[in-house]
């Protein structure tokens, strides 16, 4: 496709549940993102691919989040025993590169925790 | 780690006022973006800063880097309808973008 798309779109589970987000970059993307953006809030930053290689993680809140990109291209973020503080929209960005170029965005997924 | 302050949180303007949005890093940045994201939207990229002192004008936009590469500034020449959304800086960091709280503008018309 055109641009990052992630799926689903809206996800609500129920608290202890697990949860899966995907995340398909741009292709030929080599770093891929992925932010937590709470309502009324700025994207904070979570996780940084390079290829399959992640970079970055001190941005995932706890070990109950774990996030993946095996092959360099699709990548899943995944929530463990989700909990109500958990609901935000998550969102996943790829770029060219580094750090001189601007990123592309995804539409998201809403994770409600119910 | 580095952080990256935003102010004002919200902005009302009656159309046609100016707006501005003001972004500071803890920091020396290597460079500075600009996003906007629409109600319900998800972040657009608008511009990128790179020099000390750097000027760059979008139509009604005018951003400005700092001589110190440590804040930046998103101006609005007579708001429309269409100018609203929130809109973002992001400092680059390791590879990493750190984003702002963003600023909230909503236009009355």
């Known amino acids: 496709g055109a641009g990052v798309s992630q799926s689903p779109r809206y996800k609500v589970a129920k608290r202890g549940q697990d949860v899966a987000l995907r995340c398909d970059p741009i292709?030929?993307?080599?770093?891929l993102f992925w932010y937590q953006q709470a309502l009324g809030q700025g994207p904070e930053f979570l996780t940084y691919?390079?290829?399959?290689?992640?970079?970055?993680k001190s941005g995932l809140p706890s070990d109950r989040f774990f996030a993946e990109r095996p092959e360099g291209s699709v990548s899943t973020l995944k929530i463990q025993r989700t909990q109500q503080e958990d609901s935000a929209v998550y969102l996943c960005?790829?770029?060219?590169?580094?750090?001189?170029?601007?990123?592309?965005f995804g539409q998201g997924t809403r994770l409600t925790v119910v | 780690g580095q952080q990256v302050m935003q102010i004002p949180q919200y902005q009302h303007v009656q159309e046609g006022e100016d707006f501005t949005t003001y972004c500071n890093s803890s920091?020396?940045?290597?460079?500075i973006q600009w996003y906007k994201q629409r109600p319900g939207g998800h972040p657009v990229f608008l511009i990128q800063?790179?020099?000390?002192?750097e000027v760059k004008k979008q139509k009604r936009l005018t951003f400005q880097f700092g001589e110190a590469k440590k804040n930046s500034s998103l101006h609005i020449t007579a708001t429309q309808t269409t100018d609203v959304g929130t809109y973002f800086c992001?400092?680059?960091?390791?590879?990493?973008?750190?984003f702002g709280q963003g600023t909230e503008l909503s236009v009355k018309p």
């Open positions: 800063l790179v020099k000390s002192g």
């Open positions: 691919f390079q290829n399959e290689a992640q970079l970055d």
């Open positions: 992001a400092g680059n960091q390791g590879g990493k973008l750190i």
């Open positions: 960005a790829s770029r060219v590169l580094g750090g001189s170029t601007e990123a592309f």
């Open positions: 920091t020396t940045l290597s460079n």
């Open positions: 292709s030929g993307h080599v770093s």
